[in-house]
């Protein structure tokens, strides 16, 4: 049986699809972290089979807004003084600002850099995502590296 210290103030990162789990960490730089990081890959799991957990201990800012994007089933707790105290379950965010990029080069996104990349989820299902001014479909998991 695999043992980790329980978190005393931090997050922890549950219910990633199995093999997501790397992208996270790498995109949250992780792997240059001070403070202790548990990452945990293919760990069995009733409702998934497999899935992978990322804890950590201290309270970082997370774009819930991305996270949703690279698994809306992720459910990130919040732990104070060892105890969850609160349990955010993520979801496709309906609006996303800076985080797909259009590549579309008719878009006004590619001539005028000033413009905001604003992207509307499109299909919830497919997890596709519509440019608000060109109507160019994105997938959800094609987000720029924040």
């Known amino acids: 049986m695999?043992?980790?210290e329980k978190i005393k103030n931090g997050i922890v990162i549950d219910h990633i699809r199995a093999g997501?789990?790397?992208?996270?960490?790498?995109?949250?730089?992780?792997?240059?972290?001070?403070?202790t990081v548990a990452f945990v890959v293919n760990a069995t799991s009733r409702e998934m089979?497999?899935?992978?957990?990322?804890?950590?201990?201290?309270?970082?800012?997370?774009?819930f807004d991305i996270l949703g994007l690279i698994?809306?089933?992720?459910?990130?707790?919040i732990i104070r003084d060892e105890r969850i105290?609160?349990?955010?379950k993520l979801q496709l965010p309906e609006r996303v600002e800076d985080v797909l990029i259009c590549k579309?080069?008719?878009?006004?996104?590619?001539?005028?850099?000033?413009?905001?990349?604003?992207?509307?989820?499109?299909d919830q299902e497919l997890r596709t995502y519509r440019c608000e001014y060109c109507d160019?479909?994105?997938?959800?998991?094609?987000?720029?590296?924040?």
């Open 71 to 77: 698994d809306p089933n992720i459910t990130v707790n």
């Open 85 to 88: 105290t609160e349990k955010i």
């Open 20 to 35: 997501q789990g790397i992208r996270i960490f790498d995109w949250l730089g992780l792997d240059k972290s001070s403070y």
């Open 136 to 146: 160019e479909i994105r997938l959800a998991g094609d987000f720029r590296d924040a």
């Open 2 to 4: 695999l043992n980790i």
């Open 104 to 122: 579309n080069p008719r878009c006004i996104t590619s001539t005028e850099k000033y413009i905001p990349h604003i992207f509307h989820l499109e």
């Open 49 to 63: 089979g497999k899935k992978d957990i990322i804890k950590i201990d201290n309270a970082i800012a997370i774009n």
